[in-house]
């Protein structure tokens, strides 16, 4: 396992992050669609992160209606686990009871859901603690006062963004900066090599202002698990919750160059797909989700690929995105000038 800088703070994450959407849910939820993992079985999980040398987990209030939340603080507490061993990272937006308020990135919502989250995970602090997804509703000023007093208060640690545009994430760098607030240390995204959308704006966005990257779903919801492809889709998480969603065309051929390198070098098309991601500078760390202690040990093994420069360059052309203005223009125009002379 090895160990990322997260952003330009100093907080140190693992490569891999312990995700526990699959934790909790319930019945015909869409909770319970992706996982409905009971404390025992969650227990077993958390263990074998730790011992892998994981020590990022990552959860959301929203998941499985707090369950996921609980089940986490109480693994952690079973499993006798020094709080200053992990980092938490939590989420708020998402509905967590009725009314007009009862969702969103408000200063009230943030308030009271923080110190039910701290509740929930037995903890007294968030190590990382996310706005889920954009407000619309709530001024961007008023999410990041709210999270800037988290901070001072000791507690949150460090704030970061989910499910944000380019241009959003960007607005709330500048207005942290300009106000002084704590600054965005990540954001939380989808990113796949079924899926590189993220490359058009975002990326080159976040290396430019030292924003980490964690990337959700980094399987495509199982496609690139090893159990899809061209001849049909088997059981599994997407028969039941087709998400997120795929190019199925361009995902079957990144399959098929997937499972030739995989039967060479002798490893699984998920572990050659997470691995992909680990190579990738703008990545500070990789979130599983896992449902048996099989999948998880799989997964872990994405550490211990290596590619050439060759089998990285045919994995970047097979799923390489198609071209979109203005990006062929800023590459038709980026050599006008060229890199200027340094002044003496």
Not at 93 to 98: D, K, S, T, V, Y
Request: glycine residues 12%; contains cysteine; charged residues 20%.
């Amino acid at each position: 396992m090895r160990y990322n800088q997260l952003g330009r703070t100093g907080l140190i994450v693992s490569e891999l992050c312990l995700g526990t959407m699959t934790f909790g849910g319930s019945g015909g939820s869409m909770w319970g669609a992706i996982g409905q993992l009971e404390q025992g079985e969650a227990d077993a999980l958390v263990k074998a992160a730790l011992d892998a040398g994981i020590n990022f987990l990552d959860t959301a209030n929203v998941y499985a209606e707090g369950r996921s939340e609980l089940i986490l603080g109480q693994s952690l507490k079973s499993l006798g686990i020094k709080r200053e061993e992990v980092t938490i990272a939590t989420k708020v937006l998402g509905r967590m009871h009725p009314g007009p308020n009862g969702a969103g990135a408000s200063r009230g919502h943030i308030h009271d859901q923080v110190a039910a989250s701290l509740e929930r995970l037995q903890t007294d602090h968030i190590d990382l603690y996310q706005i889920h997804g954009f407000d619309a509703a709530t001024p961007i000023e008023e999410t990041l006062y709210a999270l800037d007093s988290l901070v001072r208060r000791g507690m949150v640690r460090y704030i970061g963004l989910s499910n944000w545009a380019a241009w959003q994430v960007m607005k709330a760098v500048g207005i942290a900066a300009a106000e002084r607030y704590a600054p965005i240390a990540s954001l939380q995204a989808y990113y796949t090599l079924a899926g590189r959308d993220l490359e058009r704006e975002m990326i080159p966005m976040l290396r430019s202002e030292g924003v980490g990257l964690m990337v959700w779903s980094p399987l495509a919801g199982g496609f690139l698990s090893g159990k899809y492809g061209r001849e049909g889709e088997g059981e599994g998480r997407r028969a039941n919750f087709d998400f997120p969603p795929v190019d199925k065309e361009r995902g079957y051929a990144v399959i098929d160059v997937l499972r030739e390198l995989a039967a060479a070098k002798g490893h699984s098309v998920a572990q050659l797909a997470l691995a992909w991601l680990l190579h990738q500078p703008a990545v500070s760390s990789v979130i599983l989700g896992a449902k048996r202690p099989d999948q998880l040990a799989d997964n872990l093994g994405a550490v211990d690929v290596a590619f050439t420069a060759d089998e990285l360059a045919r994995l970047d052309a097979v799923s390489a995105l198609p071209a979109e203005y203005p990006g062929w223009m800023i590459e038709r125009q980026g050599g006008y000038r060229g890199a200027p002379s340094p002044r003496r």
